[in-house]
């Protein structure tokens, strides 16, 4: 893991929302390549919005966010979503329901200018998520897993250098919760992307991330053993 | 590009005003020089047949709208889904048509045609016209109470009918009002069917003083005044509609399951929810289709083409327009152009509350100097102005309905704005640009008086056609423009609804 370039890279972000306190209150991250963190926090506490900030779907007050070095986020700077090579899986997965799975999946590809390999690269998606013989469907057609599944290789397909999770994998049975992780860490490894998870759940912050953070307060505290994990 | 915006909508609004400015102007000025006087006598007399006429047909449309509501939507019987299809088909005919179609039909079954024009029969023609109206808030305020709540109430000891009055009837009762003032704009910008039946009315009062007394002063005095009152009822209409929907929106609905009602037990609801589709519809084109038929003449179809035609090309062009504004205004929305851009549009949607009649008055004051009056330019401009609310509203509602993680997602993954649009809120917004386009192209077949005022010289729609056979009393030879138009309008409306642009369908209910 090379931590000399973080993938990201937070200084003293803070961030607040009109007509309420601060969201984050000088909050700093560095997260290394292919690394995975997990967030964890109680309800409405700003996880959510810490993950728009980094993505570029709001603007900071103060502070910085750097992303592979390059500055895209600070008081007067805002480098827009779409220029940040960041990937997003929302908690309701926001599958686009009038293309198809292959179509959902090749949709980043087609933006970025990548249709020449837009066949190939849909095609491994789809087998590193199982979802081989589901090409040609509907969304409206698809279980809750195969839409998260869809989601995730949607968010990996343009190779993005960061990828976060809205608490994306919460509305799923245990049992393909744990499988659809496993397919999105092997994925992650593959593609060496660093990902930023959201969660409540401290069982799945553990199993997915190599490193915890507690947010409180605006600010992310890490747990460095598992007693402070559990406490 | 704010700037841009503001300007954009500024001019928007301004053209969409400019009419009633017209008319403000000629009125005052004519009120200055005392050319025109609004006697006492007058205003009672119009305003007193207009105020009965409107308490006359709300009432009535409320009447059949929600009965047909209520029981479409709380229970099962043999029928529902043809009922809530019926329930909907007098959107596609004109009132006026009705009243010559009724008063053709019983005048050759003897009775006499003076008995038959009165105000009883006139708010009649309307209550079943205008009961869609009523009926479609109505209907999706009562599928959308929440069964537990209903439910709850029945374990707490409550009657069926207690459930009704106190539950069901309050929560439902702001859709059903906000559905009967719009059925009373319509009654007021009504021209054809009051103008038939012989009723005074303001509309009748501005035309019989335009043209029949050549005093533009107070006929424009009166279109004011209507506008006036047009607007105070749009205003209320969008108040209690807000008001409703944030009471609803803190709250989790679940649809409620239909309670089985055995045939007999609905047979008293079928009879009044069968009426206006009866009434306005299935019967008079039974009747104009025997009409058509018994006369046996290819020469009155050819009459016909080329009123149809003209309709037609009036309606698509029209429609597109006011399709492509409502998608500038969804690009506008996208772009969050802050408070005054937004209270800037919300004037410009109260086009829809200028009547035709006042609209085409408006119009022809402010094209007179640029010799544009009698051109198809001053009706397309009409045209929009009237039904540009319904392109805006309808895409409107479509846009709000697309969830905003659609947007983010697409730019997270690498979209411009224009490419979001593009390739996610355009291809969302099918549907209901389809609808929009249909929605407009009926209202724009069925209008009349504005039609009437702008049109250029031996320029004939169908309803102007049917209007001018009918003011002749050829009632006869109405038939096949009347047929003609029912024809158009009830495709209109069927395509609309397999579009789901009324959500009474079961597959629009279900939120596919």
Redesign the interface.
């Known amino acids: 893991m090379t931590k000399n370039i973080p993938s990201l890279e937070m200084k003293n972000v803070t961030f607040g929302y009109r007509n309420s306190g601060l969201t984050l209150a000088g909050m700093s991250l560095d997260v290394g390549e292919g690394e995975r963190i997990a967030i964890l926090g109680e309800s409405g506490i700003g996880k959510s919005s810490l993950l728009r900030v980094i993505?570029g779907?709001e603007r900071i007050t103060s502070g910085q966010i750097f992303i592979h070095g390059r500055l895209v986020s600070a008081e007067n700077v805002h480098c827009?979503?779409?220029e940040?090579k960041?990937?997003?899986v929302?908690q309701?997965w926001?599958v686009?329901?009038?293309l198809s799975v292959f179509e959902n999946i090749a949709?980043?590809l087609r933006?970025?200018g990548k249709q020449n390999e837009e066949r190939e690269r849909v095609k491994q998606l789809l087998e590193e998520f199982e979802l081989e013989g589901l090409a040609s469907r509907s969304p409206?057609t698809l279980s809750g897993g195969q839409l998260q599944r869809v989601a995730c290789a949607?968010?990996l397909a343009?190779r993005p250098e960061i990828l976060l999770l809205d608490e994306a994998f919460s509305s799923l049975d245990v049992g393909l919760r744990k499988r659809i992780r496993e397919q999105v860490i092997k994925a992650l490894k593959i593609e060496r992307a660093a990902s930023v998870l959201v969660t409540h759940d401290p069982a799945e912050a553990l199993e997915f991330a190599d490193r915890v953070f507690h947010m409180r307060d605006g600010i992310l505290l890490e747990a460095k053993t598992h007693n402070e994990f559990r406490q | 590009m704010k700037i841009f915006l503001q300007i954009f909508i500024f001019a928007l609004v301004a053209v969409f005003l400019a009419p009633v400015f017209a008319l403000l102007n000629e009125g005052v000025q004519s009120l200055v020089s005392e050319k025109a006087t609004l006697s006492s006598d007058l205003l009672s007399r119009y305003g007193l047949t207009s105020l009965l006429l409107l308490a006359g047909s709300v009432s009535g449309a409320v009447l059949f709208g929600t009965s047909a509501a209520y029981l479409c939507a709380r229970f099962d019987f043999r029928g529902r889904r043809l009922i809530q299809w019926l329930s909907i088909l007098p959107l596609g005919v004109p009132s006026y048509l009705v009243a010559y179609t009724w008063v053709d039909f019983l005048v050759d079954q003897g009775v006499p045609g003076g008995s038959l024009r009165n105000l009883p029969n006139t708010c009649f023609v309307f209550a079943v016209c205008l009961s869609p109206y009523v009926f479609l808030p109505s209907f999706s305020a009562f599928s959308a109470l929440s069964g537990s709540l209903l439910e709850s109430a029945k374990l707490l000891g409550k009657s069926q009918f207690e459930i009704f009055r106190l539950i069901e009837f309050p929560l439902a009762r702001a859709s059903m009002f906000a559905g009967g003032i719009l059925a009373g704009m319509e009654v007021l910008a009504d021209f054809g069917t009051v103008d038939f039946m012989a009723i005074d009315t303001w509309s009748t009062g501005i035309y019989r003083s335009w043209f029949g007394y050549g005093d533009r002063g107070r006929a424009s005095l009166l279109a004011v005044i209507l506008f006036l009152i047009s607007g105070t009822l749009l205003f209320w209409e969008t108040n209690v509609r807000a008001k409703n929907s944030l009471a609803r929106s803190g709250r989790s609905v679940s649809f409620h399951t239909r309670k089985k009602l055995p045939f007999i037990k609905s047979l008293p609801f079928l009879f009044v929810a069968l009426i206006p589709a009866l009434v306005s519809c299935v019967f008079p084109a039974l009747i104009l289709t025997q009409r058509v038929y018994s006369k046996s003449d290819p020469e009155q179809w050819a009459s016909v083409v080329s009123p149809a035609l003209t309709t037609l090309g009036m309606a698509s062009v029209s429609s597109v327009i006011v399709v492509v504004l409502g998608l500038a205004m969804v690009l506008i929305w996208r772009s969050n152009p802050g408070k005054f851009v937004r209270s800037l549009a919300r004037i410009g949607a109260l086009g829809y509350a200028l009547p035709g009649g006042v609209l085409g008055l408006g119009l022809l004051i402010l094209l007179a100097p640029f010799s544009l009056t009698g051109s198809v330019f001053g009706l397309l401009l009409a045209y929009c102005i009237r039904f540009a609310t319904i392109g805006t509203s309808t895409l409107e509602a479509a846009w709000l309905a697309i969830?905003r993680?659609?947007d983010?997602?697409?730019?997270?993954?690498?979209?411009?704005s224009w490419?979001v649009f593009n390739?996610?809120t355009l291809?969302?917004l099918?549907n209901s640009i389809a609808c929009a386009f249909i929605l407009t192209c009926i209202d724009i077949v069925k209008e009349l008086p504005a039609t009437m005022l702008l049109r250029p010289f031996n320029f004939e729609t169908l309803a102007i056609r049917t209007y001018n056979l009918a003011s002749d009393e050829r009632l006869s030879e109405t038939a096949p423009s009347s047929l003609a138009m029912i024809a158009l309008c009830m495709t209109g409306v069927f395509v609309a609804e397999k579009l789901g642009a009324f959500g009474v369908s079961e597959r629009s209910r279900s939120g596919?």
């Open positions: 993505a779907l827009s979503a779409e940040r960041v990937g997003m929302f309701d926001a686009f329901p009038h949709f980043g933006s970025r409206d949607r968010a343009p | 969830p993680v659609y983010e997602q697409a730019r997270l993954l690498g979209c411009t490419g390739r996610v291809p969302l099918q596919k």
